[in-house]
């Protein structure tokens, strides 16, 4: 089992920054990929960036440019640095662990909501 804890979410205003923490325990870190998803009220979970295990890196579309994934293999943590946010980007942030369909977790989640 992998526990992930979100934290680093909060209410900002549109053009602001935050900078979402993944912290992993309970397995092995270094030979998943990890990855941020986001699911706004009424629409589908999206993908907003991975990292694999050699750092390569996949982003979502629009988050391209703004938003950043790294990950601290030494701290066991992943991290989402976000900047110029808008007002959809306003989501439930959460941190995914995935090495197969059997070992594939999810954090609780944390809320980011951006309004001016």
């Known amino acids: 089992q992998v526990q992930l804890v979100e934290s680093g979410g909060g209410s900002v205003r549109p053009g602001e920054s935050l900078r979402l923490s993944c912290k992993a325990s309970?397995?092995?870190?270094?030979?998943?990929?990890f990855g941020w998803y986001r699911q706004a009220p009424g629409n589908q979970r999206e993908m907003v960036a991975r990292?694999?295990?050699?750092?390569?890196?996949i982003s979502g579309t629009s988050m391209k440019g703004r938003f950043t994934i790294t990950r601290d293999n030494a701290q066991n943590t992943v991290f989402l640095q976000m900047n110029n946010l808008k007002p959809e980007d306003t989501a439930v942030y959460s941190c995914?662990?995935?090495?197969?369909?059997?070992?594939?977790?999810w954090g609780q989640g944390t809320q980011v909501t951006v309004a001016s």
């Open positions: 309970g397995a092995f870190f270094d030979p998943y990929v």
């Open positions: 995914n662990a995935f090495l197969s369909e059997r070992y594939n977790f």
């Open positions: 990292v694999s295990k050699d750092g390569s890196i």
